[in-house]
């Protein structure tokens, strides 16, 4: 192999101008680049990249046909497997994944595969490409979703795809799930996401909004009202909180509650929106998940003067993707690691005024594999914080498990179990996502939300 060319930068708003608002931070690569990526590409006649993606994408023949500036089979090829590439171009860490299984990763740097697919979702949705599939009338079955997010939508997609009724029950007033209130605009703009669900609504999907299943209605009345198959991606919207003194403390919030204010509810508005969140002058974000690092630069743009994510890891076992970390240092987010909270303090009025922090160290590794934290005696601290934001995970809503009888679950959590076929306990309901695996990734919800869509798809049509 020769000399290997450097792989692009995308580039990235200025940080100082970016903090500024919640526009999108990456610009996405322009015509040359692309080309220029896509002709990287070593098409491999192993694949690497194609076996380490969940959903398959099939790497080498979109950049070909990137490389010879085919972009409409470029898009055919990439919604062959992937149904919203523009969100997954976006947010998937393609560097523990294609990324890093490209050969060129062992010789230098990677084909930048998450730009590429990014940029040619793009132009599809601006350009008004997209195949219009019209759904099939013979042998037509009908199918519920459960849940609007990558699960679901993937799904939704390919079972309209084959031919089918299909109809989305979502409990919020939006589709799309955690990539619509969750990750904020800066990292996936509303529109984006918008655009991939007016694609699937072109194919025939129907949503249906404010509908709690297992509340408003129950999955046996899925199934009694006709229903064939019915796929439950309700994901992990439950918020994980640490039990500790004064954690009820106003201004404490939840991540998902401090998110979803934000993002869906539009707080920042206030009172236009009357969703208000109290973002104070020093914020404290416990955490150092994808989540935290959202968290921390939404509170910067929020207002906060001081954002500080408290860790009790060091920055090698930091969960979070290394670009968005590498993001918050230079919008100012700062980071204090091997710190974990002891209790929160509260002032005269209920809010809180601080944390106590209690010095860690790494001992021998846990069961995750990375070393485990060990208090340091006589290394407590106090940090002020007038907003504390806990993002220390999700747990799955039980609200489905809990209202179906014969549904059975796994784990002390209470994830749906499965067979390998994606279909539950119950014969005809499939679930895939989070509430299958727990917290995972956008490409592994979409990815075993295809495994599901095979299955169900083989049962109707046997
Ligand atoms: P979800 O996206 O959670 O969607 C579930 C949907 O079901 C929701 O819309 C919910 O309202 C609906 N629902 C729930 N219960 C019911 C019910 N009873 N009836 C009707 N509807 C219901 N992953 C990445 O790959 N990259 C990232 O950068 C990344 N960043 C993240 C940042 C944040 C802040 C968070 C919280 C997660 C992030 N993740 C990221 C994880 C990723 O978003 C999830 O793994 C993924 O969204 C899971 O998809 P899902 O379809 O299983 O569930």
């Known amino acids: 192999m020769g000399k290997v060319q450097p792989r692009v ?75 919203i590439p523009a969100i997954s171009g976006r947010v998937c860490p393609q560097e523990t994944l294609c990324e890093e299984a490209c050969t060129l990763a062992k010789v230098g740097s990677p084909v930048a595969i998450g730009a590429v697919e990014r940029y040619i979702a793009d132009y599809a949705l601006k350009s008004g490409l997209g195949k219009e599939i019209r759904p099939g009338e013979e042998g037509r079955k009908r199918v519920a979703v459960v849940g609007s997010g990558p699960a679901g939508l993937t799904v939704a997609a390919e079972m309209a795809a084959k031919g089918h009724e299909v109809k989305v029950f979502e409990a ?22 918008e655009q991939e669900v007016d694609a699937l609504r072109r194919q025939g999907v129907e949503f249906e909004h404010g509908v709690i299943i297992g509340r408003t209605m129950k999955v046996k009345d899925l199934f009694d009202d006709g229903y064939d198959s019915v796929f439950v991606g309700t994901g992990a919207g439950s918020p994980k909180f640490m039990g500790l003194p004064g954690e009820d403390s106003n201004y404490i919030y939840s991540s998902n509650e401090f998110l979803t204010r934000i993002n869906l509810l539009k707080a920042y508005a206030f009172p236009t929106y009357g969703t208000p969140v109290k973002v104070g002058r ?174 169900m798809q083989h049962r109707m049509t046997a």
Not at 24 to 44: F, I, K, N, P, Q
Not at 178 to 193: A, M, Q
């Open 172 to 193: 919020l007033h939006k589709p799309g799930g955690v990539v619509v209130y969750g990750i904020p605009e800066f990292r996936l703009p509303k529109k984006i996401v």
């Open 282 to 455: 020093k914020v404290v974000v416990i955490g150092a998940g994808n989540t935290a690092m959202d968290s921390a630069r939404t509170a910067l743009r929020m207002g906060a003067e001081e954002v500080c994510v408290v860790y009790r890891r060091t920055r090698a076992e930091m969960p979070a993707r290394g670009e968005e970390v590498l993001n918050a240092e230079e919008e100012g987010v700062q980071f204090l690691m091997l710190s974990s909270p002891l209790r929160f303090l509260g002032d005269e009025r209920g809010g809180v005024r601080g944390v106590e922090l209690q010095g860690m160290e790494l001992g021998e590794p846990d069961e995750s594999g990375r070393r485990r934290p060990k208090p340091v005696a006589g290394s407590e601290s106090l940090k002020a914080a007038e907003t504390v934001v806990i993002a220390i995970g999700n747990k799955v809503n039980p609200l489905i498990q809990m209202t179906t009888p014969g549904l059975e679950t796994a784990g002390e959590e209470g994830l749906i179990k499965v067979n390998e076929a994606y279909e539950s306990s119950i014969k005809g309901l499939y679930a895939a996502g989070d509430v299958v695996l727990g917290e995972a990734t956008v490409i592994q919800a979409m990815g075993t939300g295809q495994k599901a869509a095979i299955s």
């Open 9 to 83: 930068r995308m580039a990235k708003r200025d940080p100082e101008d970016r903090v500024r608002d919640f526009n999108e931070v990456a610009v996405g690569l322009t015509d040359e680049e692309a080309a220029y990526e896509a002709s990287r590409c070593l098409m491999c006649p192993k694949q690497p990249c194609i076996a380490a993606c969940p959903v398959g994408a099939l790497v080498p023949l979109f950049m070909r046909a990137v490389k010879d500036k085919d972009l409409g089979k470029a898009y055919d090829i990439v919604r062959e497997k992937n149904r």
